[in-house]
């Protein structure tokens, strides 16, 4: 079945093309088959007119933590009234999660996960992270695998309690039975290296481990304040180093000098900067710079961070919003790192684009630019949500009556 988006007012591509006036889409199953002038358009089995709207990729989110019980809003008004972030609330949640059914936790994630979609999220990475024992972290990934291919284990974490003065046993416990458990339902593995969680060579040996199971490699790195973790990822080609709140001018040369050639753009680092604003939002946090990241050379990333205790939100459009506000980002650049991004951190080139060939993940919007989206902070612009060439939200406009939803 095909379908043809016409009278789109802006066409975003994150292409070659970046049309303005009177484009045109048409999606054939699961793909892009064309993409061009709305006058040029081919014939199609099914049409959308988008009424001079704007019209994105997909949101690519590729950093959320979704596998988890409970919820931490006591901390974060602790945090609102004062009290610092440290990252040890993590342990709460890792209580509940131990605690919750598999149902529990399938619901919890279906429910964050349809949350995302109404909010133009057609690609999301889920990571474990909650559970820390053999069984917990191989159960979140293989429930998260119902969710997503995008599948992350981050065993590595923090150390749990009943490993408290035994980190080095812990990492041994993750590089053996954790990895094997869980390793069939991840795609990639992940460290929050930090202090107060794992060291540059407790991270480097549980990389490894995972590197030598298949899976791919990010890292948590560079947020509470200085470390090994941006340098780390450079030196192990992981495709993704998250937060980057607190870095040197190393650090930012480290990333720039990965830089490799790309056809539709400039360039781009095969260790992508993936910043997340909601955490800094939620724990009132300084805020990474990108502007410095982006005039360096820097392919960047922006995500949710959608979790209980630092950042509960699943709205890429408000980490836009922030993005531009406090990250010195033009919202080109912002909407780009959500889209394109994105799926450069998830070493995709079939999603963040609209052109042929590509996923079919679009949305149109409710305005006519993708400018809006930072110029209207808060407010519901997403008209429609196409995921994979059909239809998978249609705007909440045309399904109110006098406020109520029908």
């Known amino acids: 079945m095909s379908l043809l988006i016409t009278n789109i007012g802006e066409l975003f591509t994150n292409g070659a093309r970046h049309l303005t006036r009177d484009a045109a889409v048409v999606l054939d199953g699961e793909r892009i ?50 009290e610092p972030y440290t990252g040890g609330g993590i342990r709460t949640t890792v209580g509940a999660t131990r605690s919750a059914s598999d149902q529990e936790l399938r619901d919890n994630a279906s429910r964050l996960v349809r949350e995302a979609l109404r909010q133009g999220t057609t690609t999301i990475e889920i990571k474990s992270g909650y559970g820390l024992n053999v069984t917990d972290e191989a159960r979140s990934l293989r429930i998260a695998s119902e969710f997503t291919s995008e599948t992350t284990f981050l065993g590595a974490h923090v150390v749990p309690a009943e490993y408290q003065g035994r980190a080095d046993e812990y990492v041994g416990l993750i590089c053996g039975p954790m990895l094997a458990a869980a390793a069939p339902y991840a795609k990639w593995v992940d460290v929050f290296v930090e202090r107060g969680a794992f060291d540059e060579d407790q991270a480097r040996n549980i990389l490894e481990c995972g590197k030598a199971m298949g899976l791919g490699l ?29 870095l040197s001018d190393a650090d930012v040369d480290a990333l720039a000098s990965v830089t490799v050639a790309c056809m539709c753009h400039e360039g781009w680092s095969r260790t992508v900067a993936t910043l997340l604003p909601g955490a800094e939002f939620s724990t009132r946090s300084p805020y990474p710079d990108a502007r410095r990241l982006l005039d360096a050379g820097v392919s960047v990333a922006l995500a949710t961070d959608c979790n209980p205790g630092s950042s509960y939100t699943s709205s890429m459009a408000f980490c836009i919003a922030l993005a531009v506000r406090e990250m010195r980002m033009t919202p080109a650049e912002a909407v780009r790192a959500a889209t394109a ?16 060939g590509a996923r079919a993940d679009l949305l149109i919007l409710d305005a006519p630019s993708h400018l809006h989206l930072a110029y209207r902070p808060g407010v519901p612009l997403i008209r429609t949500v196409i995921s994979g060439g059909r239809v998978a939200f249609p705007t909440a406009i045309n399904r109110m009556h006098d406020g109520v939803p029908l």
């Open 341 to 356: 991004g994105g799926a450069q951190s998830l070493r995709r080139d079939d999603i963040g684009v609209i052109q042929v």
């Open 33 to 82: 088959a064309w993409v061009g002038a709305a006058t040029e358009a081919p014939d199609a089995d099914e049409r959308i007119d988008a009424g001079g709207a704007a019209v994105l990729p997909g949101f690519v989110d590729s950093h959320a933590h979704l596998m988890f019980a409970g919820d931490r809003a006591p901390e974060f008004a602790a945090r609102m009234a004062g």
């Open 218 to 246: 990010r890292l948590h790195g560079n947020q509470l304040g200085p470390g090994p973790g941006v340098q780390l990822a450079v030196e192990m080609d992981a495709a993704s180093v998250d937060h980057c709140t607190h």
